[in-house]
C-alpha cells in the first residue's frame, strides 16, 4: 500500500517531501527570438513559484526545448544556451528555499514543432515562410495533420545530433540547479513519434519493429542519464496508448497500453526511476470520454507489472481522490495540472481538509 499525500517519497538519493506534484504545463510566455529566446521571465517565475509557496513538493517546468527547432512554438522555454541556464537559476533557488523539489521537462516537439501559441488561432501551424516559422523534422515525413507543414525526415546523423542535444540540454539544467531530468516521450512530440507506428514509417534500424521503434527513446535515457549525477532520479513522461486501439472507429496501427508496459521495463534497466504516465496526442482525431481519473489505470498497469514508481496524471481533482489513488496502490504520486492553475495553494487546502502537513514560507507563520 503506498503512503498518503503528504508522505516523502525518496527516488535514488533525492526525497521529495510530498506526493503533489505539479506537471509541465506550457505557459508560451517566452520571447521568440534575439539573445533572449526560449529564456525565462518573470512570469515563468511567478508562475512557478506561487505553487511552491503554496505547498506542493515538485514542481515540472514546461516543456522546455533542447534546441530552437525543438519548441512547439516560438514561444516556448528553452535550454541550449548559457542565457537561458543562467535565468533558470533564480527559478530553482526559489523553489528550492520553499522546499519544493525543481524538476525539468526536456523537450523536442518534431513534427509538431512551429506552432502559434494556444490562444492564437488555436495553435495554428506557422508555416516556414511565416515570421518565426520553421520546417519541423520527425522520424517519417507525415504530418501531423493536413494542416501542418510536412516535416523533414531525419537522417541517422541528425538522430545522433538530437540525442546528443538532450545530454547537453541535460549539462545545463544540472547547472541550472535542477534536481530531477524528464525526458518527454508523450503527447505526439518527437520520441513519442518514433515509438508509435502511427507516425513512425521508417523502414531502417529506427523504425518497424517495436525494438527498432523504441532505439530512439532508449538512446535519449541513456544519454541524458550518463550526463545526471547517479544520485538524482531520472523520470519519463510517456503516452499510454494514442486511443487509437482502443478507437473501433479508426483502423490505424497505435501504440498500445501493452507496449507502454513493455516498454516501461526497458527504461527501468536503462535508469528511469519513475514513469510519469499520460494519454494521447499522436494523432488530431482520437477522442475519448474522459471521466475523473480516466489515465489512473494506465499507471498502475505500469506499477503492477514492473514495480517501477509511477505518477497518475488525468481529472484529478478533489483532494481524497487524489488521497485513494495512492492508497489503495494505483500510483505512487499524482500531478495536478488545471487544478493547480485554479489553485496554486491545493495542497495547504488538502492538508487542511484530510489532516496532513505541507511546508509554509516562513513569512506566513504567525506568534
Request: glycine share 8%.
Amino acid at each position: 500500500m503506498s503512503s498518503s499525500l503528504f508522505a516523502p517519497l525518496t527516488l535514488r538519493g533525492l526525497t521529495v517531501p510530498n506526493r503533489i506534484w505539479m506537471p509541465a504545463m506550457c505557459q508560451y510566455s517566452a520571447v521568440p527570438d534575439g539573445d533572449a529566446a526560449g529564456v525565462p521571465t518573470d512570469w515563468h517565475l511567478t508562475h512557478l513559484a506561487a505553487r511552491a509557496a503554496g505547498g506542493t513538493g515538485l514542481i515540472i517546468t514546461e516543456a522546455t526545448a533542447i534546441s530552437p527547432e525543438g519548441r512547439i512554438s516560438p514561444y516556448d522555454l528553452g535550454i541550449w544556451n548559457d542565457e537561458q541556464t543562467a535565468a533558470f537559476r533564480r527559478i530553482t533557488s526559489f523553489l528550492k528555499s520553499q522546499g519544493t523539489v525543481p524538476a525539468i521537462q526536456l523537450a523536442h516537439a518534431g513534427r509538431k514543432a512551429s506552432t502559434e501559441r494556444t490562444w492564437v488561432g488555436r495553435g495554428r501551424p506557422v508555416t516556414p515562410d511565416e515570421e518565426h516559422g520553421w520546417t519541423p523534422v520527425a522520424p517519417s515525413a507525415e504530418p501531423f495533420d493536413a494542416s501542418h507543414t510536412t516535416p523533414e525526415e531525419l537522417t541517422e546523423e541528425q538522430i545522433g545530433e538530437i540525442v546528443r542535444q538532450f545530454a547537453d540540454a541535460a549539462r545545463r539544467a544540472l547547472d541550472a540547479g535542477f534536481q530531477v531530468a524528464e525526458v518527454h516521450g508523450a503527447h505526439g512530440y518527437l520520441v513519442h513519434q518514433f515509438l508509435s507506428p502511427a507516425s513512425n514509417r521508417r523502414t531502417d534500424g529506427y523504425g518497424g519493429s517495436f525494438e527498432n521503434r523504441v532505439r530512439f527513446a532508449l538512446e535519449v535515457v541513456d544519454a541524458v542519464r550518463s550526463v545526471w549525477p547517479e544520485d538524482l532520479p531520472v523520470f519519463f513522461r510517456v503516452s499510454a496508448t494514442d486511443w487509437l486501439t482502443e478507437n473501433t472507429e479508426d483502423g490505424r496501427e497505435g501504440w498500445t497500453s501493452e507496449d507502454t508496459v513493455r516498454l516501461a521495463k526497458e527504461l527501468q534497466a536503462h535508469g528511469v526511476d519513475l514513469l510519469d504516465v499520460s494519454t494521447g496526442g499522436i494523432v488530431p482525431d482520437a477522442r475519448i470520454e474522459a471521466a475523473p481519473g480516466y489515465q489512473v489505470p494506465f499507471a498502475e498497469a505500469v506499477r503492477t507489472a514492473t514495480g517501477l514508481p509511477v505518477a497518475a496524471v488525468g481529472l484529478i481533482t478533489e483532494p481524497a481522490q487524489a488521497q485513494a489513488i495512492l492508497t489503495e496502490g494505483h500510483a505512487d504520486a499524482v500531478l495536478l495540472g488545471r487544478e493547480l492553475l485554479r489553485d496554486p495553494y491545493w495542497a495547504r487546502h488538502a492538508a487542511a481538509e484530510l489532516g496532513g502537513e505541507v511546508a509554509t514560507p516562513t513569512q506566513y507563520h504567525r506568534a
